[in-house]
């Protein structure tokens, strides 16, 4: 098995903790560019995005949140779905949809102009942005002992983005209660080895 991944994908740092909290080994990870059509990438996901996974069949598994469940399915245990259900996919559901928002502007900026984020698509997408953590600051995913559950993980994924691409972005606020979850977990190897750097 390996992982085609990148060292700023928060969909891609989903999978990549999943798996290391699942035990797997990362150290197949396959650091690349998804926007430069690597021919390994193509091959395995036309859609050329991270990440995708190769299972040891050759078979192709693509999209965070489908990786997380195939591996849910594969290894039951430790379970990322812990604690109470519907609360850690409604938390989950939340941090993704702030990951998305984030995800639609740097790609807005990048690849069509660096002032997408100021249009009337990326002003919405800083609404949600700023709502979503709000919700998630108000109400945020508890960590007790053992393995952190998919609400924590999309949640401090989310955080650790923010910080990474909108740093000094003056609409950023707070959120005291969200890093005091990352701190709990900062220390984990599958936190810390798949920290997103530029």
């Not at 949140?65 to 430790?78: A, D, G, H, T, Y």
């Amino acid at each position: 098995m390996k992982i085609l991944s990148n060292t700023t994908s928060p969909y891609a740092r989903i999978a990549r903790i999943a798996l290391a909290e699942k035990g797997f080994d990362l150290s197949g990870t396959r650091l690349l560019n998804p926007w430069g059509d690597d021919p390994a990438l193509l091959d395995l996901n036309p859609a050329a995005r991270v990440p995708t996974l190769e299972t040891d069949a050759g078979l192709p598994i693509t999209e965070s949140l489908l990786i997380l469940l195939w591996l849910e399915k594969k290894v039951p245990e430790p379970s990322l779905l812990t604690g109470p259900l519907d609360l850690v996919i409604s938390q989950a559901g939340l941090a993704m949809g702030v990951i998305d928002a984030m995800a639609n502007i740097v790609t807005g900026v990048m690849q069509m102009d660096p002032g997408w984020g100021e249009t009337r698509v990326g002003l919405r997408r800083r609404r949600s942005i700023v709502n979503g953590l709000r919700r998630l600051e108000a109400d945020p995913p508890t960590h007790g002992p053992g393995t952190p559950n998919v609400a924590i993980i999309t949640a401090i994924v989310a955080l650790d983005y923010l910080r990474l691409r909108f740093m000094d972005a003056l609409w950023v606020e707070p959120t005291p209660k969200l890093d005091a979850l990352r701190a709990l977990v900062a220390d984990r190897p599958a936190f810390a080895a798949t920290e997103p750097y530029l």
